[in-house]
Structures are given as C-alpha cells and as structure tokens.
C-alpha cells in the first residue's frame, strides 16, 4: 500500500514556475513509477510526467516537454514536478501517481493522491 500526499499547487501569473511535491508513505516508495497526471474542469485527467524507480528514465506529455521537469528522491520517498513558463491553460489539479511500471494511462496506476491545484492566472 502507497499514500501519496500532494503539495506545492497555488496561484501563479503567467510565466512564472510552482515546484510540486509528492510524499509517499511505505517503504516500498522506490519500487514504484511515479506519474503525475492533471485534470482541467470538465475534461479528462491527461498524463503529464512519469519517471522510472530508479530515476533513469523518464517520460513527458508531448506538449509539455521542455517546461515541466519530474525528478524523484527515494531517501526521502518524494517525487517533484518543476513547472516553468506556466500558462494559463495548465491551470488543472495535479495529481500524482504510482505504478508497478510506468505508463501514460490513469487506469495503468494503482494509488493516487488527492490533487493540488495549480492556477495560472493571464
């Protein structure tokens, strides 16, 4: 069983970046893919990011690569997501994720946090 708790969401202009932290609870926190997911009022949730246990290997939203940055911190059971040059259409909750393997599909992620929300404003 992983918990995963969300933080860093907030209220940004346009252009500016939000550091976004998970903390996961359990031991076995390095065993898992981590992914972060977003979901926009009315709309699906879309894949953002995911990164392999071991942080070797990482994967970005096609629209997203080049501002948004995961990384992760197994001593200390976290995963981040820097987001720069922020736009309003990223305003969305952020959730984060963790899978057995990596993948860009909500369904392909077995624990869940419960969102942070990130607004952007123009």
């Known amino acids: 069983q992983v918990q995963l708790v969300e933080s860093g969401g907030g209220l940004v202009q346009a252009g500016g970046s939000l550091r976004l932290s998970c903390a996961a609870s359990?031991?076995?926190?390095?065993?898992?893919?981590m992914g972060w997911f977003r979901q926009a009022p009315g709309k699906e949730r879309k894949f953002v990011a995911a990164?392999?246990?071991?942080?070797?290997?990482?994967a970005y939203a096609d629209s997203l690569k080049g501002r948004f940055t995961i990384s992760r911190d197994n001593a200390n059971n976290t995963v981040y997501l820097q987001m720069n040059s922020l736009k309003p259409e990223d305003t969305a909750v952020y959730y984060c994720?963790?899978?057995?393997?990596?993948?860009?599909?909500?369904?392909?992620?077995?624990?869940w946090g419960q969102g942070t929300q990130v607004t952007v404003s123009s």
């Open positions: 994720a963790a899978a057995r393997v990596p993948g860009t599909l909500p369904h392909e992620y077995d624990y």
């Open positions: 359990g031991r076995t926190f390095s065993s898992y893919a």
């Open positions: 990164i392999s246990w071991s942080g070797g290997a990482t």
